[in-house]
């Protein structure tokens, strides 16, 4: 997908064709729903979305399936969350960690509104951003009130597991 975003990009395909392998993706990943969905609970919760009007929602979907496939509970919300149901999602649900997905470089101040309202309502709450508008961005995110930026998923869980602690 990451290369398909690119061809996309780089105006080498048409959203229509983005949209098609986007679908095809979700199809292919949904089949593996039953196994992922049938994992030994670790008492952690995640939550994860893409906020404000960012419609990219297939890297948060993979994120909150793969803690789900390492036993969390996962939270998904999707895409264009605005702040304020985002904020009521957290006091709804009581997440260990939140994970905000961005794709589109114009959506990266309406992420970063979102983490400083979740930051000051829920100091302790961590807070994880990624997303191919953070790689193009120059490190903004260094400047933001976060717990982690990770480039990979997988990278995200290992983090997590070692972060997060449960009783």
Partial sequence: MQEVGELWYQNKITVDKEHYATSTTQMILARFYPYIFNQRPVDKKILTCCIGSELHEMGGRMVADLFEYRGWESVYLGAAVPIP?????????????????????QHLQTCYLAVKTLKEKYPSLLVAVGGRAFKTSGGIYKTWPIDVYTDLATELVIWADKVVAKT
């Fill in 85 to 105: 149901s985002l904020v009521s999602a957290v006091a709804e649900h009581q997440p260990d960690l939140v994970a905000l997905s961005v794709t589109m470089p």
